[in-house]
């Protein structure tokens, strides 16, 4: 029978192995990272072009929206594009950025869509559904309203669905702090944890993911996989989106160019919260591979290997924090991104670790202001509507 002192060793042990597998990582990832870096020259898309509508769901008025929205009437792009803005509420600010919007981009079809139907437990898809009728042209762009694109996004894109025949085209993306200390570390969660993980998965083909970013594709393909209706109860639903298309026999296209995602999180707790939501999103999509993130974290892992007695625990924090800043760094250099203190990296590592084993507790998530629980899958219950429903049976009874 083990005694306490040798569970300790065991815990140190297993601690000190799985953070010395976590630098491995992070310096493979580094060099993935490089090798990732964007094309030297762009893309040229062969004529004819088709003409394309860009769905952007609104909620709230973001900081940073006018700009964001405003580089989709300035694409270097030949053929006509449509920008479909959608709100679910006449009293959203989001709607006098998109009424300035079209006063002062008068050359470019801006159109807005208020409609306060919710047809399902995802309010995002549920908006883009009220918008999807509003889509005139051939091919149709679904894009979240906090992400940043330059003038050849479409031109990009548009080659890259056209040359490869794709299902569809998706992007992988960088984050942008857009304020205070809350919204960097958003950021650097992308860049130093989510974006090197993508392309190192990408790398070794263990991953065939779609993002929210950008997803290109035809009205006709939206249309082959049940349009946007299918997904109304996906939280994660640019991965079901990418998955229904796959199943339809068709590739999915990550382009080498990517974009860039605003972060504006302002408070610890929506911090927490946003993140929290997406760890348990990847957990209820990838339970197995999910838990094998415990060697992402190897500062972490280090930390608690020396409080447990490992041998050598300087070196070997050292060498984890090493591994961590030559992974932020070399993400920096790659996608030319601005440089992040050392401390906020620290910080990061320490919050991010405790969202991963929070992430285990529980299967809620909160949303806009709305609670919901994640089933196996990715699919979300309301828990308002959930317990609304058990009153009612009750009552029945």
Known sequence: MLSLSDDIRVLAELCATGATLGI?????????????????????????????????????????????????????????????????????????????????????????????????????????????????????????????????????????????????????????????????????????????????????????????????????????VGGLNAFLDELADDYAIGKAIRADGLNVVISRWSVGHACFERSLRAFWDHHMRSARTIRAIDPVGYVGLIFMHPLMLSLLAALAGTAHPLVLILSAFSSRTILSASVEYAFDLQRQSLWLLILHDIISFAVYAGSFLDNSVTWRGSTFRVLRGGTIEDNELMQQRQRDDQATL
């Open 24 to 224: 491995l990582y992070n310096l493979v990832a580094a060099a993935l990272v490089l090798r990732f870096r964007r094309p030297s020259e762009l893309a040229v898309p062969e004529p004819p072009l088709p003409c394309v509508t860009v769905l952007k769901p609104l909620h709230g008025g973001e900081p940073g929206l006018y700009p964001r929205l405003a580089a989709f009437c300035n694409q270097d792009y030949r053929e006509r594009v449509q920008l479909v803005c959608g709100t679910q509420s006449p009293a959203d600010h989001a709607v006098h950025t998109v009424r300035l919007l079209q006063k002062l981009n008068p050359d470019t079809q801006v159109d807005l869509v208020v409609d306060e139907r919710f047809r399902g437990t995802n309010r995002k898809i549920a908006n883009l559904v009220n918008m999807e009728a509003k889509a005139r042209h051939e091919v149709v762009v679904l894009s979240d309203s906090d992400i940043i694109v330059d003038d050849a996004f479409l031109r990009r894109a548009i080659a890259e669905l056209t040359s490869r025949r794709a299902g569809a085209v998706t992007c992988i993306y960088y984050g942008v702090g857009a304020g205070g200390v809350w919204a960097r570390l958003s950021a650097l969660n992308i860049n130093s944890q989510f974006l090197p993980n993508v392309i190192a998965a990408l790398s070794f083909g263990a991953a065939s993911p779609c993002f929210g970013s950008a997803i290109v594709l035809r009205k006709e393909t939206l249309k082959r």
